[in-house]
């Protein structure tokens, strides 16, 4: 039932994921990463960006020792090899990052990354030592067909498959329905505990550490919307779009989730 969650634990700080997408330059990312490092030095929630491969180097040298981790937007599902393009996790781990975000439905759509691509992708992020922010979430025809709970667990299920029992504890879950991302569309916060509830329920299901799993919602957060999304019980946090190009409303939305429950 919305509202509700069986697994409360007080332990889990609320962490808010800035995805840049592709967006960026030197001079921008210097000006936004110095605005929010001016408004997170006191933070009590988990804060990062995931930015474009070129600025890793960037935020390594700007954001180390401060409060705000980093991290890219995509890993290669292998090791190393003849993969025109791709980079490996070890790669994206030389740049201290220490997230990756794995199956964002703009791979999925735009490049045809299968639930098996996405668990492969997580896993050898978790190899190398990174946290995965794994993306899972329902179309707007899956949503109006009554398919939302069989489509996201039915993806959680297949990426799962792929890590170990002890990394299920490991990542970090983003519940993105596809509807809402870019579209100024949000679920409500009782939809949004509804899908959560139920993703910790699988993740738990798999190993009962994994109580511990931030599982973020994502898909038009915004500073007016944040607050009341992130005082559901199962919902952990945010992974945020177009609003952590903004310094304010990127800051707004980490106060949200430091004043959250
Ligand atoms: P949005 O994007 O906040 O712009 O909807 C979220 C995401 O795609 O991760």
Redesign the pocket.
Same mark, same amino acid.
């Given at each position: 039932m919305p509202g509700l969650s069986k697994y409360v634990d007080p332990m889990r700080r609320k962490l808010i994921a800035g995805?840049w997408k592709m967006h960026g330059s030197l001079a921008a990312n210097a000006a936004l990463l110095n605005g929010i490092l001016a408004g997170t030095d006191a933070v009590t929630c988990d804060v990062a960006v995931c930015v474009p491969a070129p600025y890793l180097a960037q935020c390594k040298s700007l954001l180390s020792g401060s409060a705000v981790a980093w991290g890219a937007q995509d890993v290669s599902m292998h090791t190393s090899g003849a993969y025109t393009g791709e980079m490996s996790a070890a790669m994206i781990k030389e740049f201290d990052c220490r997230y990756v975000i794995v199956g964002?439905s703009e791979r999925r759509s735009g490049h045809a990354e299968s639930n098996e691509a996405v668990g492969r992708k997580a896993a050898q992020a978790l190899k190398a030592g990174l946290t995965p922010i794994v993306c899972v979430g329902e179309t707007l025809v899956q949503r109006e067909s009554g398919a939302t709970a069989e489509v996201v667990l039915g993806q959680l299920d297949t990426i799962l498959g792929a890590i170990s029992e002890q990394d299920a504890a490991r990542i970090v879950l983003a519940y993105?329905p596809v509807w809402?991302?870019?579209t100024g569309k949000t679920a409500t916060p009782d939809m949004a505990q509804e899908v959560h509830a139920l993703i910790r329920g699988k993740l738990v299901e798999r190993n009962p550490a994994a109580q511990s799993v931030q599982v973020l919602y @994502?898909?038009?957060?915004k500073p007016d919307n944040a607050g009341q999304l992130m005082s559901m019980p199962d919902v952990d946090g945010g992974?945020?779009? @177009?609003?952590a190009l903004k310094v304010d409303d990127f800051l707004a939305i980490v106060r949200a989730a430091c004043a959250a429950p």
């Open positions: 995805n964002h993105e809402a991302i870019g @994502g898909g038009s957060m992974l945020i779009g @177009g609003a």
